[in-house]
């Protein structure tokens, strides 16, 4: 079964929860605090694997959670940090935002992204004795994984794409000049799904090419197999149009190209501008008396396509087609890699009163969903980040609020493991 889009879920660890402990030893009176800080919880990693042709597996395993980190231990002894999740996808997946569908990154480069990132590990108790408060009993919770939702689609990396009605010989084509083994029968959608195959012109020359099944009229607006498959050709540097010249099955041949063409345009304006070559195919089949040949070289020449006479059944004609393709290629510019659209929302303070604020001693620590949100997407060693991250607490009231339970200029204001001096 072929599944190129599907929808998952991705989690990262929790981090570990650091531990409240003190030093235990014979003769050592005192021993103070000793708990130590938890692990941070596993990132989940796309990862290229070029075995892979299509996302069948993710088709009944739809959440993809990272390990969490091990919670601290007395003797100072940190948490284990949670493994990362290492998820394999064939070369030429495009990941979107589930909700934006906006473009996060395309694994065509074969380097690993962080899709998922873990969770920090919390500070144990060791972290927050200070001269006046040499007994802490309090540590600090990891925070959660970030959890998103993404669409992965995967978009054939192939250099030339098959276009053309069903049954006109493009399965055929891609036989007789590659090792590939298409399906290959005289009815309508034979090919159920895009078939790959290297063809190899001379020592050095090679390209990639698909067969691309299943398009009608109307396969744009979802129509046969093309609405599926239509987003294959998307990376195609190169198009070869087949078209059946013969008449075989009592079709026109240029209300043919122009009905192909049309669903091109229709299902992307970019296909319209992509460089396009005419294979006219089953010339071996072509009547004497028919004019069906000579009216479709004239009709795509004055477009600016070249056309070339090919028989796939008996391979005339289909090697000088492939040179010409490759020389067609060295022109051209490289496959598409699509760039990033999409921009993480940028974190907003909420409300002040869904936040839980503990006063130990000299110390207050503040914690709150909205407010574990705010701190995982600062980075704390930016200055204008820090500034951004003071805006949004004095936006929201919580320094007022801290005022009014009777916060002290030189108290400690601990908000996940972030600490700062409070002045007024």
């Known amino acids: 079964m072929f599944v190129d889009k599907v929808r998952i879920t991705v989690c990262g660890g929790k981090g570990g929860d650091g531990a409240v402990a003190f030093h235990r030893e014979k003769y050592v009176a005192s021993g103070g605090p000793d708990g130590g800080d ?3 919880g596993g990132s989940v990693i796309l990862r290229v694997n070029d075995n892979l042709s299509t996302l069948l597996d993710f088709r009944y395993k739809r959440k993809y959670a990272a390990q969490g980190g091990d919670n601290g231990q007395g003797r100072k002894m940190s948490g284990k940090r949670g493994e990362p999740l290492i998820v394999e996808v064939p070369r030429g997946t495009v990941v979107r935002d589930a909700e934006s569908n906006q473009i996060i990154v395309d694994m065509s480069t074969g380097e690993d992204f962080v899709i998922a990132r873990g969770g920090r590990g919390g500070w144990g108790n060791a972290h927050y004795a200070t001269p006046t408060r040499q007994v802490p009993r309090f540590a600090k919770a990891g925070t959660k994984g970030q959890e ?3 669409v992965l689609e995967l978009k054939l990396l192939a250099d030339v794409g098959l276009v053309g009605f ?16 298409p399906k290959i029968a005289n009815y309508h959608f034979t090919t159920l799904f895009p078939n790959l195959g290297v063809i190899y012109v001379d020592e050095g020359v090679s390209f990639v090419m698909a067969d691309i099944p299943g398009i009608i009229e109307g396969a744009a607006e979802g129509a046969g197999l093309g609405h599926d498959f239509l987003r294959h050709i998307d990376r195609c540097r190169l198009l070869v149009h087949v078209v059946d010249v013969s008449g075989s099955e009592g079709r026109d041949p240029v209300a043919d190209f122009d009905a192909i063409c049309a ?3 229709s299902y992307s304006p970019e296909l319209k501008d992509r460089p396009m070559l005419v294979a006219a195919n089953k010339i071996d ?6 004019d069906n ?3 479709l070289r004239a009709h795509v020449e004055a477009l600016g396509c070249p056309l070339y006479e090919i028989s796939a059944g008996t391979t005339q004609g289909t090697r000088a087609l492939m040179r010409v393709v490759a020389d067609k290629l060295s022109t051209l510019p490289p496959v598409t890699v699509y760039e990033p659209e999409y921009v993480e929302p940028v974190p907003q303070a909420g409300d002040p009163s869904q936040l839980q604020i503990e006063h130990l001693g000299s110390t207050w620590l503040i914690t709150g969903q909205w407010l574990e949100n705010l701190v995982q997407n600062i980075n704390f060693d930016d200055y204008e980040s ?4 003071d805006q949004q607490l004095r936006k929201c009231g919580l320094f007022a609020r801290l005022e009014e339970m009777g916060i002290a200029d030189g108290d400690t204001v601990d908000i996940y493991d972030f600490q700062f001096e409070y002045q007024r």
């Open 148 to 150: 998103r939702d993404v």
């Open 386 to 389: 820090r500034n951004y991250f």
């Open 263 to 265: 669903e091109l345009e």
């Open 38 to 40: 938890g692990g941070h």
């Open 293 to 295: 040949l000579q009216r």
């Open 166 to 181: 069903p049954n006109v010989g493009k399965s055929t084509l891609l036989s007789v000049t590659s090792n590939a083994r």
């Open 285 to 290: 089949l072509l009547p004497p008396e028919s």
